[in-house]
């Protein structure tokens, strides 16, 4: 009777592990749809897909791909982190958008960084103190791989960062 149980018990094992197996090999669409890393064409591919105008260049130090884009009136930069390989294939990609105040810094403006970084669970905001800039930064991680959509809803989050971060500055700056 045991000898029957556990005999079934493996073939089941067997048969769902073959099944698992076939399963994977099957679907290799699936598998190329996921990215771990990104080249700095596809890259430029992906910004300009979104609909923002993009310039490609490299990193003159380090020859890692840096776009510079534009999100309506506003210029960023998406500089590409954890690079191997020629050509650079990167997992990480920073965002990030400075913004000249054309003043010194004040109390206030820590004050709007401050809050936003307080409620903000995605994207942070900084002071560049010796410049007068504010701005804020926001990190697409491709590590161990995600789909094209998700890498979408990330675009679309950074829009949402940048939106928020404005309004932020703009309500502390007219008072309302």
Same mark, same amino acid.
């Given at each position: 009777m045991w000898g029957y *149980?556990?005999?079934g018990?493996?073939?089941?094992?067997g048969l769902a592990m073959a099944a698992s197996l076939f399963a994977i090999w099957a679907a290799p669409s699936i598998a190329a749809d996921i990215a771990e890393d990104m080249s700095a064409q596809e890259i430029?591919?992906?910004l300009s897909g979104a609909g923002f105008n993009t310039t490609l260049m490299s990193d003159k130090a380090e020859g890692t791909p840096v776009a510079v884009a534009r999100l309506g009136q506003v210029n960023f930069i998406v500089r590409a982190l954890s690079?191997?390989?020629?050509?650079?294939?990167c997992s990480q990609l920073l965002f990030f958008a400075n913004f000249d105040l054309g003043r010194t810094i004040t109390n206030d403006d820590y004050r709007v960084v401050n809050d936003f970084n307080d409620s903000s669970f995605d994207g942070r905001a900084y002071v560049l103190e010796d410049s007068?800039?504010?701005g804020v930064d926001f990190i697409i991680d491709l590590t161990g791989g995600v789909t094209p959509a998700h890498i979408e809803?990330?675009?679309g989050r950074w829009q949402g960062? *940048?939106?928020?971060f404005l309004r932020e500055m703009n309500a502390a700056q007219t008072g309302s």
């Open positions: *149980v556990m005999l018990n493996l073939r089941t094992i430029d591919s992906l690079c191997e390989g020629s050509p650079a294939r007068g800039e504010i809803s990330r675009l960062i *940048v939106s928020d």
